[in-house]
């Protein structure tokens, strides 16, 4: 039996966020180079694509390069943003064959411009799909973020477009790039590493944590419903006592 049969089609998370980890270890385990783990983990991110967006899913953020990976050799950093062009080049159909809008959150400015450009024509021709969004954090870090939106509230402040006591949790979420998304309800990480690595700080409050030990070139669809499974399986209280949550 697989687990997509136990998965309840009325409880889905809205949107699920991945951090995608592993790849260097999967490729020394067959005595290759990190860049070898790279490549095989496209596969990963088209099955997770394609089963969240079959599923129902409606956001799926997927974490592919944080701002501490800048400080990686420089021979995997620009590989890392080779693969990212050819991927995105390569897998505009599968965006199109599922209906998937692309995304993307995190210092884009900083990547080379034909990532950027590659990147920004993927999202353009993809705007107009609706059956999910992929949304793509690259050289994305949360402590990033969340100083971003402050300074764009003190210059906000400073003109006098809003007041300091105007500044609530609500503003301050309109000013972090995941404006348009709802927070992410489960958070998977792979490779069995359990920390967040800077990923989504805020958004991820009352999200349940979830962390797969496959590495991330491992993962398939069946880890994905094993992993929506165990969400469902678990009571999300929000500071409230089981049996306000149970009546
Ligand atoms: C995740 O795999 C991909 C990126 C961070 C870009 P890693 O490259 O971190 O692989 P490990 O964790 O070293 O095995
Ligand atoms: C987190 O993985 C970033 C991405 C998956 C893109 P890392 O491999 O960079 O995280 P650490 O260094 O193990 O915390
Ligand atoms: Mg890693």
Wanted: overall charge neutral; aromatic content about 8%.
């Amino acid at each position: 039996m697989s687990f997509k049969d136990s998965i309840d089609k009325d409880r889905l998370p809205q949107h699920i966020a991945i951090i995608m980890d592993g790849n260097g270890r999967w490729a020394k385990q067959r005595g290759k180079l990190r860049t070898f783990g790279h490549k095989h983990g496209v596969k990963s991110v088209r099955e997770t694509a394609e089963s969240a967006a079959e599923l129902g899913i409606k956001y799926l953020t997927l974490y592919a390069f944080s701002t501490e990976n800048w400080n990686r050799p420089r021979a995997e950093v620009n590989a890392l943003m080779r693969l990212l062009v050819q991927t995105i080049n390569k897998e505009v159909k599968t965006l199109h064959d599922n209906n998937i809008k692309l995304m993307a959150i995190g210092e884009l400015d900083s990547l080379p411009a034909v990532t950027r450009k590659e990147l920004n024509n993927a999202i353009d021709e993809t705007a107009h799909h609706n059956r999910m969004s992929m949304i793509l954090a690259l050289s994305y870090s949360s402590r990033w973020e969340i100083a971003n939106a402050a300074k764009i509230i003190a210059k906000r402040v400073a003109e006098n477009e809003i007041s300091p006591e105007d500044i609530n949790q609500n503003l301050f979420e309109s000013h972090l790039t995941t404006n348009y998304f709802p927070d992410p309800e489960l958070l998977i990480r792979t490779s069995g590493e359990h920390r967040i690595s800077n990923f989504l700080l805020w958004q991820i409050a009352y999200a349940e944590l979830y962390f797969s030990p496959k590495l991330w070139p491992d993962f398939r669809k069946e880890d994905l419903y094993e992993a929506i499974v165990d969400y469902q399986n678990r009571e999300r209280r929000f500071g409230k006592t089981s049996e306000q949550i149970i009546k």
